[in-house]
């Protein structure tokens, strides 16, 4: 089954942004090409959810700007809504600002 042009165009869209993140972040891509995340296996992962969790269950959307709006709705449930059990059941967003706050805690104390 072919995938959808919106489906593609989603597809490109986090693999672009997901690249240019790692270069924000100093972070070499482990494989693969630029704007190409197929290789590596953390991209794989997160792609995967987010083609079951929303392009599979919420689309076809019917313009590219409906993708990009379920794109952004996603990513920001991903990473301020969703609870994560390894983590003590809350978001992700939460347990960066808690480490990020433990930092400047020591940097006070020192």
Known sequence: MLASPVTQWVSQYLSIKYTERLGEAGIE??????????DNALAETING????????????????????????????W??????????GNIPPAEAEAN?????ETEDIAA
């Not at 959810?49 to 990009?68: D, I, M």
């Not at 991903?78 to 983590?87: A, H, K, M, T, V």
Request: aromatic residues 16%.
């Open 78 to 87: 991903f990473n301020s809504r969703r609870l994560l059990e390894p983590i």
């Open 29 to 38: 891509p482990s494989a693969g090409s630029a704007g190409d995340s197929c």
């Open 49 to 76: 959810l987010f083609k079951a969790e929303a392009v599979h269950r919420r689309g076809p959307w019917s313009n590219f700007e409906a993708a990009e709006y379920a794109t952004l709705e996603w990513v920001d």
């Open 99 to 103: 480490f990020y706050a433990a930092l």
